[in-house]
């Protein structure tokens, strides 16, 4: 197995399939991970299209590298997520916090997964994309998508109450993914997530900025070559954007 490591400040980062890099890692306080969907579209021959065909309007395809894994139909994808979501668990701690986004389409299968990899499912939240999603004539507009969300066994009574519904428009500025989410709602998504944060299919980083920025630590995994080469210039970027604001923290205590 080749696997390639990057450690940036904080954040260690692994280049590989995340089935064959879990096994090997240390214990984690939290899953927060935004896996392929195998979804956008209704029959098997519309899910394995590219990527970049599924998600991406005809005059953006060319702005980002297609990603792996997204072809699968709705038992193989459920079959795999069981496996990860396991692998996942036996390396959180007791009272871990899973975070796993799907679309309305594997929203079924992911919540069995989820229960199939031996979490307890503890219910869904909500990301509003705003009108600006994409609509559609005729039919309500696909306007969220959904954390799956659970624990490695029993939750403690204490601690913040994170919202439920998080209302964030796509920023296309700081997109640098087909399928990427706003910095800002994973930022919120780990208020109850612990110091360490594992995402086994961090794409282009957007879990480890947010983590890097909160005074986390982060544990990558990404198949992709091209997008795990975005993830670590993005990660490294918060890193020395963190330490920039420590020093002038310093120097105006000083």
């Not at 899910?47 to 792996?68: I, M, N, V, W």
């Not at 459920?78 to 679309?103: N, Q, V």
């Not at 954390?147 to 066994?153: A, P």
């Not at 796509?170 to 998504?189: F, Q, T």
Request: some cysteine.
């Amino acid at each position: 197995m080749t696997v390639r490591i990057e450690t940036i400040g904080s954040a260690t980062l692994y280049g590989g399939d995340c089935l064959n890099i879990i096994p090997h890692l240390g214990v984690v306080d939290a899953v927060l991970t935004d896996p392929p969907y195998s979804s956008g579209g209704q029959f098997r021959g519309d899910r394995t299209g590219s990527t970049a065909t599924k998600y991406q309007g005809t005059e953006f395809r060319h702005l980002y590298p297609d990603f792996s894994g997204d072809n699968r139909d709705q038992r193989g994808f459920g079959y795999w997520s069981a496996l990860w979501l396991g692998a996942c668990r036996e390396k959180a701690r007791e009272g871990a916090i899973l975070g796993a986004f799907t679309d309305w389409r594997q929203l079924p299968t992911t919540t069995d997964a989820v229960q199939a990899g031996g979490w307890v499912w503890r219910g869904l939240t909500v990301w509003d994309k705003t009108e600006a999603a994409r609509p559609q004539k005729g039919r309500y507009r696909n306007q969220c998508e959904y954390l799956v969300w659970g624990s490695n066994g029993p939750l403690p009574d204490e601690g913040k109450c994170a919202a439920g519904v998080f209302r964030y428009a796509v920023n296309s500025e700081e997109k640098h993914h087909i399928a990427g989410k706003p910095v800002r709602l994973l930022s919120d998504l780990l208020a109850i997530c612990g110091e360490v944060v594992l995402d086994p299919f961090m794409g282009s980083g957007t879990t480890g900025v947010a983590a890097v920025q909160s005074g986390r630590r982060f544990v990558g995994c990404e198949l992709n070559p091209a997008y795990f080469e975005i993830a670590c210039e993005r990660i490294e970027a918060a890193q020395r954007q963190g330490a920039l604001f420590t020093d002038v923290a310093v120097e105006r205590a000083a």
